[in-house]
């Protein structure tokens, strides 16, 4: 039987410690971007049907151009988030390849 002093890390580190925290890095960044990416998507869609509502009512020209550049604003953060996307992707895809997966990620598609 083993004493309770050898018993205090049960858990071993696999030897690719470190590539597979970068790879559960690269998981994780490619994710939080890629629900960004959705999420502004639909932010799009949505400022895009009120700056149609704007320009059949005739109003305040003002408002207009704020709508206009509110959602100028909303397409730059989507297309900042779809690159790091991308980026975070090919990231995983490299550490995947690195510690000899047989299969694609989950985001591959």
């Not at 990416?37 to 003002?62: K, P, Y």
Request: with cysteine; proline share 6%; glycine share 6%.
């Amino acid at each position: 039987m083993q004493s309770p002093c050898a018993m205090r890390n049960p858990i071993e580190l696999p030897p690719q410690g470190d590539r597979l925290r970068q790879f559960l890095r690269a998981q994780l960044e490619w994710e939080r971007y890629h629900a960004s990416r959705m999420r502004l998507v639909h932010l799009l869609a949505l400022g895009g049907l009120g700056l149609c509502v704007l320009l059949v009512a005739r109003g305040v020209e003002r408002l207009h151009v704020a709508a206009l550049a509110a959602w100028s604003v909303c397409f730059a953060a989507t297309a900042y988030a779809a690159i790091m996307e991308q980026r975070w992707r090919r990231q995983l895809h490299a550490c995947a390849k690195e510690l000899g997966s047989p299969k694609d990620p989950p985001c591959a598609s």
